[in-house]
């Protein structure tokens, strides 16, 4: 399975853009760039995904490096409430794997 | 309800209990997984179920470990003879895709079991 490599941790302050970075150099062409997220005390949460193209909703944007080998999470406007651990997986579109391997993500902290 | 449901939210064992830890997916998802999540670590993989079937178990630590999905719908994740070591926070997420595809799944977890075994 390829790999992710994310800092431990970030900090921001509130009300400003946070950029979460992901390292991915063995990605395969088939695989989709996955982020979730962990709430203190919660099961993680999905944010977004994307395969080649940057990708935007509601809670986040994401850039995908045109070599693909690496993709950053953005949050326009980070309030208390995205303080969190954030996950950048690797998914193939067609492995017959059902398994995220999640890593141990970057843990962000959000300053008032 | 709206989400994936687990109970009991906290468990504490004595060690060589057995426990039950139950999972109660969303509506109508086919697929449901369990994750093991230890103290300052990410959630790792221990099974997953298609409707019934169990399809990958190539997670689950030990033969004292053991899951079932009997109607499609509920899971219930024993654990036999607890050990220390088994202590973590145990996560089910569930989807509506089947697999194997990545295009358009999105999990949905659960808020999680914390074990304790003393």
């Known amino acids: 399975d390829a790999k992710t490599t994310q800092p431990n941790s970030m900090e921001s302050n509130e009300e400003e853009p946070v950029h979460l970075p992901c390292n991915h150099s063995?990605?395969?062409?088939?695989?989709?760039i996955h982020w979730y997220r962990q709430l203190p005390s919660q099961g993680p949460e999905y944010v977004i995904h994307?395969?080649?193209s940057n990708v935007n909703n509601r809670m986040a944007s994401l850039a995908i490096a045109e070599d693909r080998k690496s993709s950053t999470l953005i949050l326009h406007r980070a309030t208390l409430r995205d303080a969190a651990v954030y996950y950048c997986?690797?998914?193939?579109?067609?492995?017959?794997?059902?398994?995220?391997?999640f890593g141990t993500g970057t843990r962000l902290k959000v300053l008032a | 309800g709206a989400g994936v449901s687990q109970s009991p939210r906290y468990k504490v064992a004595k060690r060589g209990q057995d426990v039950a830890l139950r999972c109660d997916p969303i509506?109508?998802?086919?697929?449901l997984f369990w994750y093991q999540q230890a103290l300052g670590q990410g959630p790792e993989f221990l099974t997953y179920?298609?409707?019934?079937?169990?399809?990958?178990k190539s997670g689950l630590p030990s033969d004292r470990f053991f899951a079932e999905r009997p109607e499609g719908s509920v899971s219930t994740l024993k654990i036999q003879r607890t050990q220390q070591e088994d202590s973590a926070v145990y996560l089910c997420?569930?989807?509506?895709?089947?697999?194997?595809?990545?295009?358009?799944?999105?999990?949905?977890f659960g808020s999680g079991t914390q074990l304790s075994v003393l």
């Open positions: 994307g395969l080649t």
């Open positions: 997420a569930s989807s509506f895709n089947r697999y194997p595809t990545a295009e358009n799944e999105k999990l949905f």
């Open positions: 063995t990605i395969s062409g088939t695989d989709y």
């Open positions: 997986i690797l998914r193939p579109i067609t492995s017959g794997t059902y398994k995220y391997i």
């Open positions: 179920f298609q409707n019934e079937a169990q399809l990958d």
């Open positions: 509506s109508g998802h086919v697929s």
